[in-house]
């Protein structure tokens, strides 16, 4: 069992940056892969970045990047030169096992509560 939560979001004006972070507790956590999630009003859900348990990352824009320290049991994305798109509620999810990235949202465990991000124009 993991649980996950995540802090760091917040309002920023367009250009801007954040970062964001999602906090395990639980066990094996260095054995999860970790993947962050959005959800705007009115749109479907969209992957945005995971990070695997060997440090091989993906992410659908190069504005973001994502990074681990497992001594800390902590997933980070960092996000820069935000746009009001961006504008949504970001979300953390663990899968095991940990090796592979998956885009999928099915294949994750594991869900946090998630934090509002808003963009201003």
């Known amino acids: 069992q993991v649980q996950l939560v995540e802090s760091g979001g917040g309002v920023v004006q367009a250009g801007g940056s954040l970062r964001l972070s999602c906090v395990a507790s639980?066990?094996?956590?260095?054995?999860?892969?970790i993947g962050w999630f959005r959800q705007a009003p009115g749109r479907q859900g969209e992957f945005v970045a995971a990070?695997?348990?060997?440090y091989d990352t993906d992410s659908v824009d190069d504005r973001f990047s994502i990074s681990r320290d497992d001594a800390k049991l902590t997933v980070y994305l960092q996000m820069n030169s935000l746009k009001p798109e961006d504008t949504a509620v970001y979300v953390c999810?663990?899968?095991?096992?940990?090796?592979?990235?998956?885009?999928?949202?099915?294949?994750?465990?594991?869900w946090g509560r998630g934090t509002q991000v808003t963009v201003s124009s």
């Open positions: 999810a663990a899968r095991f096992p940990g090796n592979e990235i998956v885009r999928d949202h099915t294949q994750y465990d594991y």
């Open positions: 639980g066990h094996s956590f260095s054995n999860y892969a």
């Open positions: 990070i695997n348990n060997i």
